[in-house]
C-alpha cells in the first residue's frame, strides 16, 4: 500500500510526514482498515480520530482539514454512517474554529440522520447524538439562545445516561457543565462537575479526573472562591499543557487571570500564572491560530467574527493591556 498515494486519493497529502513521524506505515494502515477495508466505515473511524485528536491539540486548521475531508467522502458514497460521521467532525470543527452558525448546521444535519439502531457509539465511541446535542448546546449560546442551549445540554445528559456508556456521559457532563457555566447557571454545573468527578473516580480515567477537576477549579473561580481555585486552575493547565491539549486554554487562561485580578494580585512575574502573563496566554492562543499576528486593534475587529474570541476578549479586557515581555 503506497501510504502517500492513499492519503493524496483522499485529500490529505499534508499528513504524509505526520503518518511517517507516528510509524503509521503501509502494515500499521493495513491492519487497521484492511486492503481493500473489510469494512469501509473503518477509514472513517480512523480519520475520526485525527480529528479528535487535532481539536484537542487546539490545531483548528488541521481538524477542519480532516473534518472536511471525512464528509466530501462521506457524501461520495451516500451512506449514513460516514455521513453522520463527517457532519459531526465538520461541526466540531468549525465550532472550535469560531465559525458558530455554520457548525450548528452539521450538528443539527447529524440530530437528523441519526439513527440509534446504527449509529450508537459511532462517533469514536461516543454516541453521536449525545457528542452533537451538548456541542450544539454550546453553539446555541453564542448564537443568543441560552434557554435553548440549556435544554440540548440537559437532553444530551439525559440521553447518556439512558445509554448507559460512560465515555458518552462524561462528554455529555463535561461539555454540558460548560454550556451552564456560560449561562450563569453554576448549580446546573456543579451537579454535572459531582457527577463527571465520581464517574472518573469510578472507572479509573486519567483523563476525565483531570478534566474533573479542571471544570472544578474553573466552577470555584466563577462563584467567586478565587483563593481555592487559582492553585487548581494552574495545575490542571500544567497537566494539560504537559500533553499537547490547548482545548479551552484560551477560556481557561483568562478566567485565571481575573481571579488573580480580583485578589488584586496584579504583579508581573514571567515564572507564575499572574493576570497579565494569562491574559497574553489567553489572548496569544487564539491568536497563533491564524496565519497573521493580530495586536489588540486588529484582535477588537477579529473578534466580531469569532465569538470564542468575543467572550475571551471580554474577559481580558478587565485587566490592563501591557505589551507582552
Known amino acids: 500500500m503506497d501510504i502517500d498515494g492513499w492519503l493524496r486519493e483522499i485529500g490529505l497529502e499534508q499528513y504524509a510526514q505526520t503518518f511517517r ?16 477495508p473489510e469494512d469501509p466505515l473503518l477509514l472513517f473511524l480512523l480519520l475520526t480520530g485525527y480529528v479528535v485528536a487535532h481539536g484537542i491539540a487546539g490545531n483548528v486548521e488541521a481538524c477542519r ?4 475531508s471525512i464528509l466530501s467522502l462521506a457524501e461520495k458514497q451516500q451512506a449514513s454512517a460516514p455521513l453522520v460521521l463527517g ?35 459511532l462517533h469514536f465511541g461516543i454516541d453521536p447524538r449525545v457528542s452533537a446535542l451538548v456541542w450544539r448546546s454550546n453553539a ?8 435553548a442551549a440549556r435544554a440540548d445540554a440537559d437532553r444530551a445528559v439525559k440521553d447518556a445516561r439512558a445509554i448507559g456508556h460512560a465515555p458518552s456521559l462524561m462528554i455529555a ?54 483563593a481555592n481555585s487559582i492553585p487548581l486552575m494552574i495545575s490542571t493547565r500544567n497537566a494539560y499543557e504537559a500533553t499537547g491539549a490547548n482545548f479551552l486554554a484560551p477560556l481557561d487562561l483568562a478566567i485565571l487571570g481575573s481571579t488573580h485580578a480580583a485578589l488584586g494580585k496584579f504583579e508581573w512575574r514571567a515564572d507564575r500564572e499572574t493576570p ?21 486593534p486588529a484582535l477588537k475587529r477579529e473578534c466580531r467574527r469569532n465569538a470564542w474570541l468575543t467572550r475571551i476578549f471580554s474577559t481580558a479586557s478587565m485587566i490592563s493591556w501591557r505589551p507582552s515581555r
Open 65 to 68: 482539514d480532516v473534518a472536511t
Open 173 to 226: 457532563l463535561s461539555i454540558a457543565d460548560l454550556t451552564h457555566m456560560l449561562c450563569g447557571n453554576y448549580a446546573a454545573g456543579s451537579e454535572c462537575i459531582g457527577e463527571l468527578v465520581a464517574l472518573a473516580d469510578e472507572i479509573g480515567g486519567a483523563f476525565w479526573k483531570l478534566t474533573g477537576a479542571a471544570i472544578r477549579g474553573r466552577h470555584l473561580a466563577l462563584i467567586g472562591n478565587a
Open 276 to 296: 497579565r502573563r494569562s491574559v497574553h496566554c489567553a489572548i496569544g492562543i487564539p491568536r497563533r491560530v491564524g496565519k497573521t499576528t493580530l495586536q489588540p
Open 140 to 147: 446555541l449560546w453564542m448564537l443568543g439562545h441560552p434557554e
Open 87 to 121: 457532519h459531526i467532525c465538520v461541526g466540531y470543527s468549525l465550532l472550535l474554529g469560531g465559525e458558530i452558525a455554520e457548525g450548528k448546521a452539521h450538528l443539527d444535519q447529524t440530530i437528523a440522520l441519526y439513527d440509534p439502531a446504527e449509529h450508537r457509539l
Open 21 to 36: 513521524d507516528n510509524a503509521i506505515n503501509a502494515d500499521v494502515l493495513r491492519k487497521a482498515i484492511g486492503e481493500p
